[in-house]
């Protein structure tokens, strides 16, 4: 492991980075998922990509060198590297946040509070047609990537994500789709275009999921992903374990290879204390932590004969929030 991949576990430990919000570009703020709401940038360095919330009690100061951006610990530079645009939330892709509202509860997601919007079939078109008319940004656009909350039902949303990823093939652009599954959704996302899926369990500590995600069934999310695979194919179906809930390495591991074994990559994602949440028992993960956690995905993932880098949409090309096994590491 080189120098570099430690370097981006501390930032990802860390969360962010203190910095003057008038140097950054084309800054993200996340409709979805446990850091939605937060402000963040994103910084390239020696093949690693890192997106750094906008923390100005962080440990890590950044600032600008010319063209270069760089990061400092106690006054000494740590890395350096360059800021990246994000297109729409990431870099090369258009990582579209449909639904910014849910009436589930996870306790660790501030997307219900809030007080987010619906986009229609229109508005998320504008997304990308406002990035192809910009000649400086058109040939970054590799991908684009479909979220969403639920506003009513899991059925709803889904439907809506359909007629979202048939209006947007025209592009001829490979679309991954993150969603809550539903009986029929792997077929029905699958016809109507979309190229990869990622359903995530959050955690697969069964007590813990039932603590954490009232009213939802973490075995029927399984089932959802081992269909998936059958329907999308291999090394096309993801799901985010997050880590810092609260569970045990033991129960990490062991569910990454119970995934592994029907063909699911898993992305690890650190835990955000979020704001809006208050105290519920999440303790983001140090450094020493996330690293020897994804060293052991790797070797899971090599030995199931499944690859992160030949994904095209999401977060596995990202990288951003999380070390990426076989591009981080």
């Known amino acids: 492991m080189d120098k570099y991949t430690e370097i981006k576990a501390l930032l990802i430990a860390e969360g962010g980075a203190d910095i003057d919000e008038k140097l950054l570009g084309r800054i993200t703020t996340p409709a979805s998922g446990p850091g939605a709401g937060l402000t963040s940038f994103f910084v ?16 890590f100061k950044a600032s600008l060198d010319g063209n270069e951006v760089v990061i400092k610990e106690n006054g000494k530079e740590l890395v350096r590297g360059y800021l990246e645009d994000a297109l729409a939330h990431c870099p090369k892709q258009a990582y579209i946040t449909v639904s910014e509202m849910c009436v589930l509860d996870c306790q660790y997601c501030p997307v219900p509070l ?8 229109d508005k998320v078109e504008k997304i990308i047609m406002d990035i192809l008319a910009n000649p400086q940004l058109a040939h970054q656009l590799n991908a684009i990537a479909l979220t969403s909350g639920i506003e009513k039902s899991p059925e709803n949303e889904v439907e809506r994500i359909v007629d979202v990823v048939k209006r947007l093939k025209k592009y001829n652009l490979p679309i991954g789709v ?3 599954p539903t009986a029929n959704s792997n077929r029905i996302l699958k016809d109507a275009g979309a190229d990869e899926i990622k359903y995530n369990v959050e955690t697969m500590d069964h007590d813990l999921f039932e603590k954490m995600c009232p009213g939802l069934s973490l075995d029927f999310i399984i089932s ?10 291999k090394n096309k179906v993801f799901s985010n374990i997050i880590i810092g809930l609260g569970e045990s390495d033991k129960t ?6 119970g995934l592994a ?12 204390e ?9 303790k983001r993960p140090d450094a020493e932590r996330l690293l020897r956690l994804a060293e052991k995905e790797r070797e899971i993932l090599d030995r199931y004969g499944l690859r992160c880098d030949v994904a095209q949409t999401m977060c596995a090309p990202c990288t951003g929030c999380d070390l990426i096994p076989h591009r981080d590491l």
């Open 114 to 121: 809030l007080g987010g919007r619906v986009k229609l079939l």
């Open 44 to 59: 390239r360095f020696n093949g690693h990509r890192v997106r750094l919330g906008v923390k100005h009690s962080s440990k």
């Open 224 to 233: 959802a992903l081992k269909d998936a695979v059958r329907v999308f194919g």
């Open 252 to 257: 990490v591991i062991d569910g990454m290879e």
């Open 274 to 282: 979020h704001p809006l949440r208050g105290h519920v028992g999440i």
């Open 261 to 272: 074994k029907i063909g699911v990559i898993t992305i690890l994602r650190a835990a955000v």
């Open 178 to 180: 993150s969603v809550y």
